[in-house]
Each structure stands twice: as C-alpha cells, then as structure tokens.
C-alpha cells in the first residue's frame, strides 16, 4: 500500500547543500536516484521505479541496484531517527544539522526483485549508540519481501 507523502518532507531534502551531492539519494545531483525518504510514525519508507536499464536477468533488477538505494535510504533513515531522538521537526524545518554515512551494509536477498513494479523500501530503528545508528531495512514488490537489509550509518561531526 502507497502511503501519502504530499504533505511530509524528504529528509534528504533537508540536508545541507553542500552534503547533497549523493549519486542515489542527493537532491544537488540531477543525474542521480533522487531516493526520498520520508518520516511515518516509528518507521521510515522510501518508494523507487528501476528503470529497465538496471536489469540483471530478464524481469529482474540487479542486486547492485537494490544495495545502493537501500544503502541510501539507511544513511536517510538514520538521519530522521536520530532527528526524532533529539526532537528536531523535520516539518518546520528547511535544513537539519544531521547527516550520516554507511560503515556497515548487510543485504540478503530473499526472492528476485521484479522490474517494472514500484518498490517499497522501510526502515526501523534498532539503536543508537552515540554516533553510531542501526536501522533494519525491508524492500518489497507487489507485497513481496525481495530483500532486507541492515545498516550501521555514523553521524558525521559538526
């Protein structure tokens, strides 16, 4: 099921512009993804269309892909949950003072992702641990889990 996100800001459109240059996820790169990840409640949810371009098989989207939009949708998610932590508003804000990057990206894939489908990604909180935060991941078609994931990302320094 598509939720809403009209009204809900992208927290990778809040990073600062001179930190949103991200091939998969920076809004400051045209040629790039532009994955938006948006805050729901306790969890997070990213949605992206492959192109027939990133196909594996035939009908199917190749892992390198589903790893570097999980991979941005971790470090975004990382970003609202430690956001909601500390009680920033990503609604009344234009820019946040938080940006993480990826130290660890564990992905299993458990059934072939389709091409041709919007995919659906989520993110939960695990931990955080200072600057260091866990988020667990899912990535599905059509109601299908094709692979979950888990990230560690670290908050970069002032």
């Known amino acids: ?23 998969g996820c920076g809004k400051s790169n045209p040629d790039g993804f532009q994955l ?7 969890e997070t949810i990213a949605y ?10 035939p009908g199917s989207v ?5 790893a570097s939009i999980l991979d941005c949708h971790g470090t975004g998610s990382a970003a609202a949950f430690v ?16 940006r993480c990057v990826t130290a660890l990206l564990k ?10 489908v919007e995919l659906e990604l989520k993110g939960k909180l695990r ?9 667990d991941m899912t990535l599905t078609a059509n109601g299908i889990i ?7 990302a670290i908050r970069l320094k002032d």
């Open 83 to 98: 956001c909601k932590n500390e009680h920033i508003s990503l609604v009344d804000a234009t820019t946040i003072p938080v």
């Open 62 to 66: 190749y892992g390198g892909l589903i």
């Open 1 to 23: 099921m598509h939720i809403n996100t009209k009204n809900l800001k992208a927290i990778q459109d809040l990073y600062p512009d001179e930190l949103a240059h991200c091939y």
């Open 146 to 152: 094709c692979a979950t994931g888990e990230i560690l």
């Open 127 to 135: 931990s955080i641990e200072g600057r260091k935060i866990w988020v």
């Open 107 to 116: 992905i299993d894939f458990k059934n072939p992702t389709p091409m041709g």
């Open 48 to 57: 992206f269309t492959p192109q027939p371009k990133y196909t594996a098989l």
């Open 36 to 42: 938006k990840t948006y805050l729901v409640g306790d």
